[in-house]
């Protein structure tokens, strides 16, 4: 019988608010768009991911949406906001947790922990030690760490500690595919 050999792919899980799209802050604290009216992408994410994309990184979004699990927010909308986004940039998936979190609920899903990644990663057949995790609260950096990532923080100035260190630190993701690329060609070369 022939060997059968599977291709790894590398990946970049993105979180969502914050890094793709402008998380409405209030308290210098980051908040969902609660419409697709307020869903906006930022203007360094389209060239940020092509060019990720042309480098043969698969893009799949990340993100916790308890909101939904709160019942503060229709999960239509959500489903909406991520129609648009596909629509509009070249991410290959995008994974959610609808999980209320706070102590209401109890998943694998719900970052910090990594099952997002880890069901992502057996479904698409990823290496997550040759991929990234980009996001700007510390709950994407310690899924980044617990799924075996290199991580990659975009810091927003929330009022709010990291818990473990980031690989990289970026002020926003056209800066953090460039770290993410570097890095990349040096392991290559």
């Not at 991520?82 to 991410?91: D, G, S, V, W």
Request: aromatic share 6%; charged share 25%.
């Amino acid at each position: 019988m022939g060997e059968h050999k599977v291709t790894l792919h590398r990946a970049v899980f993105l979180d969502r608010d914050g890094v793709i799209n402008r998380a409405l802050e209030r308290d210098a604290r980051p908040y969902p768009p609660t419409s697709l009216a307020e869903f906006e992408i930022l203007p360094d994410v389209p060239a940020a991911l092509a060019k990720l994309k042309a480098a043969g990184f698969l893009l799949i979004v990340a993100t916790n949406q308890p909101d939904v699990g709160r019942g503060t927010l229709q999960q239509g909308v959500v489903e909406s906001i991520h129609a648009q986004m596909r629509a509009q940039l070249p991410i290959d998936r995008v994974e959610v947790c609808f999980h209320a979190g706070k102590g209401a609920s109890d998943c694998d899903c719900r970052k910090p922990k990594p099952g997002m990644l880890i069901h992502a990663a057996r479904e698409l057949n990823i290496d997550l030690a040759q991929s990234w995790m980009v996001g700007d609260r510390w709950r994407d950096v310690d899924c980044g760490h617990a799924a075996g990532c290199r991580t990659v923080f975009i810091d927003r100035g929330y009022a709010e500690e990291l818990r473990q260190k980031p690989d990289f630190s970026a002020r926003h993701l056209g800066e953090a595919a460039d770290i993410i690329l570097t890095q990349t060609q040096k392991v290559v070369l």
